[in-house]
T-cell receptor, first 112, second 114 residues
């Protein structure tokens, strides 16, 4: 089955710096790659997603890049703010399924 | 519009007991999925139901079962609870069965097994 690896497990950056989280997936039939943000005790919330027919997508300070050949995708957060502190999960889904396979999460800490 | 609602929010059980968790999807959403999130890990897929039929099952033992009702709400049942079943159980709803785009998660039911 699908396997999604995520790195790093923890990431600490200073306010205003950029943060990058990387994921790799195993199933070449995967075509949808969402990123979720989960604050302590809260539900995962979608922050950005990308489909396999595009290589990059941006939404204000957040961007996601996808390399289908290498089977990896990355989340980029620029100009980080304290409210960006949370656990971030990448996920992958194959084209004929609805199940999401999640990575193990990255705890991002933005310090003042 | 209300989001995905789950109940109860917290519960404590002892080993060997049974638990039922409930989920109401977003109005108009016909697909409900259940995920288990153990502390410090990503959510793991348990089940998907669409139009009251099971459409997907993850790698969980038969102690886990679920069903979906005509109003698209769903129940997750876990029998013979083990300590390792302690987790946050997330329900997610979506419009369609396949290629559903965004999954909308509820706040979860936090189960502690003692």
């Amino acid at each position: 089955g699908e396997n999604v690896e995520q790195h790093p497990s923890t990431l600490s950056v200073q306010e205003g710096d950029s943060a990058v989280i990387k994921c790799t997936y195993s199933d070449s039939a995967s075509n949808y790659f969402p990123w979720y943000k989960q604050e302590l005790g809260k539900r995962p919330q979608l922050i950005i997603d990308i489909r396999s027919n595009v290589g990059e997508k941006k939404d204000q300070r957040i961007a996601v890049t996808l390399n289908k050949t290498a089977k990896h995708f990355s989340l980029h957060i620029t100009e980080t703010q304290p409210e960006d502190s949370a656990v971030y999960f990448c996920a992958a889904r194959r084209f004929n399924a609805s199940k999401l396979t999640f990575g193990t999460g990255t705890r991002l800490q933005v310090t003042l | 519009d209300a989001g995905v609602t789950q109940s109860p929010t917290h519960l404590i059980k002892t080993r060997g007991q049974h638990v039922t968790l409930r989920c109401s999807p977003i109005s108009g959403h016909k697909s409900v999925s259940w995920y288990q999130q153990v502390l410090g890990q990503g959510p793991q897929f348990i089940f998907q139901y669409y139009e009251k039929e099971e459409r997907g099952r993850g790698n969980f033992p038969d102690r886990f079962s679920a069903r979906q009702f005509p109003n698209y709400s769903s129940e997750l049942n876990v029998n013979a609870l083990l300590l390792g079943d302690s987790a946050l159980y997330l329900c997610a709803s979506s419009l369609r069965l396949l290629d559903t785009g965004e999954l909308f998660f509820g706040e979860g039911s936090r189960l502690t097994v003692l």
